[in-house]
């Protein structure tokens, strides 16, 4: 019998222990660049530390679960760690802030590896770098299923807020909408590929930049999370308002192409499918902002009359029914 250490089995895949996967961590998110301005202090310490803003400060928070917001069994680890960074970081843009810092929680399941742990954090660190603010700390745990919880601090001279919207004002949106959810159902049937709707779902893009040319002449902004019309209806209710929305804005060819893949209704998936993270915004002229497209109309809140209505192309304007993803019904 051998006194030397015992072999590691090369057949099971690596797990290193807490302290080694920080260290890597640490050199996955840092590597390459020099420490950001802003920050005091990153990974390492017992927090961060971040240099004083003299400005308004934004922070939010935000978890993608395994089962819930993603598969891991349909999408790649990297994916994974990606969307959940843009999908906090859209939280930013909708407030029409510039990120400051992220900060994520892990939670790991006791098989995961530690090359799917790298490919997770090397798709963070692709999106930090998408939106131009570090990772700079979080926490590691481990537990039955995967999740990837996120805060981001940003900061904005003046937040754009949901309840600014008013009659009159424009509606427009930075992005797409409908092609995230078409991509989902795509991956979930593994038949035909359609690459737009598939990045769409795997790798939105958080619309800092857009937040940030909208937040001097829009009234209210929001992200596209749950979906057009429900996330339409949280800016309107809190405005109290009503909207039209221009059926013919919202849809594309490659929408169009994507919903007959899937066997959906392009409208249904532009109204009612969720996760493009795209930007609404509400404001005069905002249709003419760069980067955006005019979209529906702010109007009067009526009591009695439908919130939003969509307008068809030959003028005749239906109630938006149905609604968009909700975590407990
Ligand atoms: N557990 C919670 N504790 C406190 N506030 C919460 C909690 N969950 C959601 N909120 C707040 O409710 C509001 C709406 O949340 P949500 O619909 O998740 O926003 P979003 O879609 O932009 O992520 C936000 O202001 C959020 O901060
Ligand atoms: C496996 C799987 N099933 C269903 C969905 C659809 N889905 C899950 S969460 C969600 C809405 C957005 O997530 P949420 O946590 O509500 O984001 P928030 O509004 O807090 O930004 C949608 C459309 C998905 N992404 N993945
Ligand atoms: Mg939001």
């Known amino acids: 019998m051998s006194d030397g250490p015992p072999e590691r089995d090369?057949?099971?895949?690596?797990?290193?222990?807490?302290?080694?996967?920080?260290d890597v961590i640490r050199r996955l998110l840092t590597e390459g660049s020099p420490l950001a301005a802003q920050v005091l202090l990153g990974i390492?310490?017992?927090?961060?530390?971040?240099?004083?803003?003299?400005?308004?400060?934004?922070?939010?928070v935000d978890c993608a679960v395994d089962g819930v917001h993603f598969r891991h069994d349909l999408m790649s680890f990297e994916d994974a760690g990606y969307r959940a960074t843009m999908a906090a970081a859209s939280d930013l843009a909708a407030m029409g802030a510039r990120?400051?810092?992220?900060?994520?929680?892990?939670?790991?399941?006791?098989?995961?590896?530690?090359?799917?742990?790298?490919?997770?954090?090397?798709?963070?660190?692709?999106?930090?770098?998408?939106?131009?603010?570090?990772l700079i700390g979080g926490n590691l745990a481990r537990g039955r299923e995967l999740s990837i919880t996120t805060t981001?601090?940003?900061?904005?001279?003046?937040?754009?807020?949901?309840?600014?919207?008013?009659?009159?004002?424009?509606?427009?949106?930075?992005?797409?909408?409908?092609?995230?959810?078409?991509?989902?159902?795509?991956?979930q049937q593994g038949g035909p590929v359609h690459a737009e709707a598939l990045?769409?779902?795997?790798?939105?893009?958080a619309r800092i930049e857009a937040g940030l040319s909208a937040r001097e002449g829009a009234h209210a902004g929001i992200d596209i999370s749950d979906g057009l019309a429900s996330d339409l209806g949280h800016l309107i209710r809190?405005?109290?308002?009503?909207?039209?929305?221009?059926?013919?804005?919202?849809?594309?060819?490659?929408?169009?192409?994507?919903?007959?893949?899937?066997?959906?209704?392009?409208?249904?998936?532009?109204?009612?499918?969720?996760?493009d993270y795209a930007l609404l915004v509400a404001g005069p002229s905002v249709g003419a902002l760069p980067g955006f497209?005019?979209?529906?109309?702010?109007?009067?809140?009526?009591?009695g009359t439908p919130e939003i209505l969509l307008a068809s192309a030959d003028g005749r304007a239906t109630a938006v029914t149905g609604r968009g993803f909700d975590h407990f019904t």
């Open 152 to 187: 981001a601090l940003g900061a904005t001279p003046r937040p754009l807020r949901r309840d600014g919207a008013r009659p009159g004002d424009e509606l427009a949106l930075a992005g797409p909408v409908g092609l995230a959810a078409a991509g989902l159902r795509l991956a």
């Open 238 to 275: 809190a405005s109290g308002i009503r909207a039209e929305l221009d059926a013919a804005a919202l849809l594309t060819d490659s929408l169009r192409e994507a919903a007959t893949l899937v066997g959906a209704d392009p409208l249904d998936l532009a109204l009612h499918g969720g996760e």
């Open 199 to 205: 990045a769409a779902f795997r790798r939105p893009l």
């Open 99 to 134: 990120p400051l810092g992220l900060l994520a929680s892990l939670i790991l399941p006791r098989g995961l590896s530690d090359a799917d742990l790298e490919a997770l954090v090397r798709g963070q660190r692709a999106a930090c770098d998408t939106i131009g603010a570090p």
């Open 10 to 22: 090369t057949s099971a895949p690596r797990t290193s222990s807490e302290f080694a996967r920080i």
């Open 293 to 303: 497209t005019r979209i529906g109309r702010c109007m009067a809140g009526t009591p």
């Open 44 to 60: 390492g310490d017992d927090a961060a530390a971040l240099a004083p803003v003299d400005e308004p400060l934004v922070w939010t």
